[in-house]
Nanobody
């Protein structure tokens, strides 16, 4: 099983910030696509952001300009910096990784909950 350890979720007021972390192994960090997804209650899991080859980033329209995905090779960790959080960002956030050579090779973290509420 691939190690994907998420942390950083919690309760924050609207307009606030959180940073999520996803720690993995050196092989996964250096070779696989790293992404964040989220799933709100009674909703389907949806794409949030992705980091390819350590430099190319992709974002869902709903988070562009507010969220930033980045990676730190020294700790094999991918971050999701979330600013200007809104109640509709409330969800369980999942770290996801996919092999660039086989789209069927994917792994998920256990999820970390984020609640945006006053």
């Amino acid at each position: 099983q691939v190690r994907l350890e998420e942390s950083g979720g919690g309760l924050v007021q609207p307009g606030g910030s959180l940073r999520l972390s996803c720690a993995t192994t050196p092989f996964i960090f250096g070779n696989y696509f790293m992404s964040w997804y989220r799933q709100a209650p009674e909703n389907q899991r949806e794409f949030v952001a992705s980091l390819h080859y350590g430099t190319k980033t992709y974002y869902a329209e709903s988070v562009k300009g507010r969220f930033t995905i980045s990676g730190e090779s020294a700790s094999n960790t991918v971050y999701l910096q979330m600013n200007d959080l809104k109640p509709e960002d409330t969800a369980v956030y999942y770290c996801h990784t996919q092999s660039p050579y086989n789209a069927d090779t994917v792994y998920w973290g256990q999820g970390t909950p984020v609640t945006v509420s006053s």
